[in-house]
Structures are given as C-alpha cells and as structure tokens.
Nanobody
C-alpha cells in the first residue's frame, strides 16, 4: 500500500505565494513520474505540472512562469512552488505518483487533496 500526504495549502491574496509538498510512504520500490493536478468547483480535474524521476518537467500553459515543480527523490517528496497566484488558481490541488511497489505492481497513487484559495 502506498500513501501520498499533501501539505501547504491555504488562503492567500492575489499576487502571493504558497508552497505545496507531497510525501510518498509505504511499500515503494520505485517512483517514476510525480505530478500536481487541480480541480476547481464545477470543473474537471486538470494537470498543473509533472516531473519525471530524472527531473524533466512539464507545465500547463496557465501556470508557466509562475509555478515551479521539483522533487527530492531521497525524501520521496514532490513540491509545487506557486508564485504570483491568481484568483483562478483557486482549487483543490492533488498530487499523484506513478509507483512500482515492493511486489512489483505498477499503479498511480493519489493524495487526498489540499485546498488553495486565492482572494482577489
């Protein structure tokens, strides 16, 4: 069993910054890609950013230049630094990880989500 635990969400004014963290735990053998997704009320979940285990990153156009994804493989943790936040960034943010566990099963694990609210 693999768990992803997120932290760092909260309420911030437009133009402000937040840093999200997500740490994986459990019977992990390998973590491949990790990423952040978000879901605003009444909208579908959308990709924010992903990062491979050799640090190759990918971003949604809406966050390029404002958000930075990074990871610490030794800590099994992925981060999302969010700067110059906008009202439209308000959403529940979820991390995910493509994992191979110690029984060599491959699957995608999701965190429970953390709320980010940007006031205008």
């Amino acid at each position: 069993q693999v768990q992803l635990v997120e932290s760092g969400g909260g309420l911030v004014q437009a133009g402000g910054s937040l840093r999200l963290s997500c740490t994986a735990g459990g019977r992990i053998f390998i973590i491949n890609s990790m990423g952040w997704y978000r879901q605003a009320p009444g909208k579908q979940r959308e990709l924010v950013a992903t990062i491979t285990n050799n640090q190759i990153t990918n971003y949604a156009d809406s966050v390029k230049g404002r958000f930075t994804i990074s990871r610490d493989n030794a800590k099994k943790t992925v981060y999302l630094q969010m700067n110059n936040l906008k009202f439209e960034d308000t959403a529940v943010y979820y991390c995910n990880a493509d994992v191979i566990d110690t029984s060599t099963r491959s699957f995608t694990s999701w965190g429970q989500g953390t709320q980010v609210t940007v006031s205008s």
